[in-house]
């Protein structure tokens, strides 16, 4: 069974502090790695794509990937009250199938 | 350019009544899901297309459970003979391309409600 997992939370930061998310996952040969955020009520809307090992900065978002020990992040700097949300690590299960295997995702709250 | 578009917004059906859902993906993407979320759960995959062809139903729940698609476009999921453990969330995302390589954009959801 392939699996991703995350931690489910709640992880509370305070406001400008660094958010630290983490994503394992079962599939060694896992190629391509994507965070999404949702917020209460809504869709999960994609933030970040990781494909090679190291870091991928975008704005305030950092996401890490360490293929041999199987393990993704996502780095929020400076965190604000609306990075509140439950945060999605979705990894593609590529085996005789084309589909994404999704954690159950971490709840962020950011603390004013 | 218009995103994944899914209708309607919100559903209330009786149990037993039949219910058709529609996923309307970005124009050009040839990769449609579906996936399902009870509240505070997880997302649930349910089926995937590529062009009109669904290699993987797996995650459909019951026969009560059908989707196609047409055109290679627009997408619907019928549930038949509703029942009360339905409702949920059901999402639909679309990507240019199969999983891997491609990023997946979701739409809005429908949020089906089994009375």
């Known amino acids: 069974q392939k699996e991703v997992e995350q931690n489910s939370g709640p992880l509370s930061v305070p406001e400008g502090a660094i958010a630290s998310l983490n994503c394992t996952y079962s599939?060694?040969?896992?190629?391509?790695f994507f965070w999404y955020r949702q917020y209460s009520g809504k869709s999960p809307e994609l933030i970040m794509s990781i494909y090679s090992n190291g870091d991928k900065e975008d704005g305030r978002f950092t996401a890490q990937l360490n293929k041999a020990s199987q393990y993704v992040s996502l780095l929020i700097r400076d965190s604000q009250p609306s990075d509140s949300a439950t945060y999605l690590c979705?990894?593609?299960?590529?085996?005789?199938?084309?589909?994404?295997?999704f954690g159950t995702g971490t709840r962020l709250k950011v603390l004013a | 350019g218009a995103g994944v578009s899914q209708s309607p917004s919100n559903k209330v059906t009786e149990k037993g009544k039949d219910v058709e859902l529609r996923c309307d993906p970005i124009?050009?993407?040839?990769?449609l899901y579906w996936y399902r979320q009870s509240l505070g759960q997880g997302l649930e995959f349910l089926i995937y297309f590529q062009g009109n062809s669904a290699p993987d139903k797996s995650g459909l729940p019951s026969d009560r459970f059908s989707a196609e698609r047409t055109g290679g476009s627009v997408s619907t999921l019928t549930i038949q003979r509703t029942q009360q453990e339905d409702s949920a969330v059901y999402l639909c995302a679309s990507s240019l391309g199969l999983a891997g390589a491609y990023e997946q954009y979701f739409g809005p959801g429908t949020r089906l409600t089994v009375t």
């Open positions: 979705a990894v593609p299960f590529l085996s005789g199938t084309y589909k994404y295997i």
């Open positions: 124009s050009g993407h040839t990769a």
């Open positions: 599939d060694r040969g896992s190629q391509s």
